[in-house]
């Protein structure tokens, strides 16, 4: 079921997702190569422990961590630990959830360690793009396909793989809600799109092909090629204009990175 959030409700989710873009800005700042995933999912804890918000992703599904991290090869839902070092020249992703006085956020970024090669930096670059490409089409009246679109052709344009096993999703009182968010699609089709929906979009964006395959610890995602992947989400609520990212204070459509089609 595709639930509609009123102002109220909107305006708590704008705090959940305020909340979560203090937290991601400082992870995003303390990340460094030498650093454990371990190490980062601990400071993330007792951050959002701190503001009294509870990490969304501990317990999930039996998930052990409040973080995923997931270095390279790995799209998504890597499992922090002791034993992985976040190494220079490999590309980091830090994916996190939270809730706040019942309303959830879920926001995540890529981040290169150190020097990284400029084919990994370019697609940490463009898979931000890809999200603010299909974040424009979250437009009442508009439909899915019409976001899925946008992010696939602006990453296919580059010879990249979309991750298609993995989508983005509603969100709101609940992590994942109807409906699922492709990260591909034709315009026109699928669900429309109505002010006060809530949805993350998340392109996974693979160097290489996109298919991928579970690892056996039952959760990290990597990609059959072993070629790098980068991920960013952000949680956004449709209005009667443009959508809100509620995980990025101070965002203005003014300042959006540029996609191929508008200049
Ligand atoms: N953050 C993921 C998403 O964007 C979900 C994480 S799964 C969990 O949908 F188990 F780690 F919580
Ligand atoms: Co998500």
Known sequence: MITIKNDLQLAKM??????????LCQLRERMAPGMTTLDLDRYAHELITHAHAIPSFLGYEGYPAT????????????????????????IVSVDCGLVLDGWQAD???TKGMGQISPECAQLIEVTERCFFEGARQAVDGNRLGDIGHAVQQLAESYNYGVIRDLTGHGIGREMHEDPAVPNY???GHGVRLRRGMTI??????ALGHYQVHQLRDGWTIVTNDHKPCS???????????????????????????????NI
Request: charged content about 20%; aromatic content about 8%.
């Open 185 to 187: 699609g034709t315009p």
């Open 14 to 23: 704008r705090s959940a997702g305020h909340l979560l873009y203090d937290v």
């Open 67 to 90: 973080l995923c991290v997931s270095i390279d090869d790995e799209v998504v839902h890597g499992i922090p630990s002791k034993h992985i070092e976040m190494k220079e020249g490999s």
């Open 200 to 205: 993350a979009i998340e392109p996974m964006i």
């Open 231 to 261: 991920h960013y989400e952000h949680t956004i609520a449709i209005t009667n204009g443009l959508p809100e990212v509620l995980t990025y204070p101070g965002f203005s459509w003014e300042n959006a990175p540029k996609g191929e089609n």
């Open 107 to 109: 926001s995540a970024f």
